[in-house]
């Protein structure tokens, strides 16, 4: 049981590159989220998918396109880099929360990848 | 207006002290969740603890738990005991309504000296 797993680690790009983040699950889950980190911040939400087939804009979307491409991968497209773009970027997975229910909520992350644009 | 806010940029706890890390969040929906996470040099997120608005009693996970003080808006996390091991940045997060999406804040990094 992996949990969530991203590729690469680590990555560096040009400015006007392009590039796709991968993410998997198995752990059944239904949710999957894209957060970024910035130096000395906290994540911000870039892309979430609440179940296959669906996914909805975060705080942070503009630069950014994903693919929910089954119930275990989402993936996250970087179509021209910035330098802007530069910071790790998080996976995470849930279950659909029920109730009020503690751990339902819970969000799973991934390793993260790091991301510089030169 | 910010949802999550961590007004402790770092701490510095001499071992095996209590520490308590501050939270505070804005929201107006009744069901809400409020959610710690640490995060130490290596940069992988590990959850610590969890409180639902409705719960009735506050959270508690091993030396973790949660000060829930629903009418100030606050939910600060306490470590007990504290061990140079919870050197970490820690992050306070709120998920709203039945939403599954999480608000961080910016974050505070504790230093345990020994």
């Known amino acids: 049981n992996a949990g969530v797993t991203q590729t690469p680690k680590f990555q560096v790009l040009k400015t006007g590159q392009s590039m796709t983040l991968q993410c998997a699950q198995d752990?059944?889950?239904?949710?999957m989220y894209w957060y970024r980190q910035d130096p000395g911040m906290g994540l911000r939400l870039i892309y979430y998918?609440?179940?296959?087939?669906?996914?909805d804009k975060g705080e942070v979307p503009n630069g950014y396109n994903v693919s929910r491409l089954n119930k275990r991968e989402f993936s996250l497209r970087l179509e021209s880099a910035a330098p802007s773009q530069t910071s790790v970027y998080f996976c995470?997975?849930?279950?659909?929360?029920?109730?009020?229910?503690?751990?339902?909520?819970?969000?799973?992350f991934g390793p993260g990848t790091r991301l510089t644009v030169t | 207006a910010q949802k999550i806010t961590q007004t402790q940029p770092g701490m510095f706890v001499q071992e095996k002290e209590a520490v308590t890390l501050d939270c505070t969040y804005d929201?107006?929906?009744?069901?809400?969740?409020l959610f710690w996470y640490k995060q130490p040099s290596s940069g992988e997120m590990i959850f610590l603890i969890y409180?639902?608005?409705?719960?009735?009693q506050n959270a508690t996970e091993g030396r973790y738990s949660l000060n829930f003080q629903k009418a100030r808006k606050s939910a600060n996390l306490v470590i007990s005991a504290s061990q140079l091991g919870d050197s970490a940045m820690y992050f306070c997060a709120m998920r709203e309504g039945g939403a599954q999406k999480l608000v961080f804040g910016q974050g505070t990094r504790l230093t345990i000296n020994p």
């Open positions: 409180q639902g608005s409705y719960d009735q």
């Open positions: 998918s609440a179940s296959e087939g669906t996914t």
């Open positions: 995470a997975s849930s279950v659909i929360g029920g109730g009020t229910s503690g751990r339902a909520y819970e969000q799973y």
């Open positions: 929201t107006s929906d009744p069901s809400y969740g």
């Open positions: 752990m059944n889950h239904n949710s």
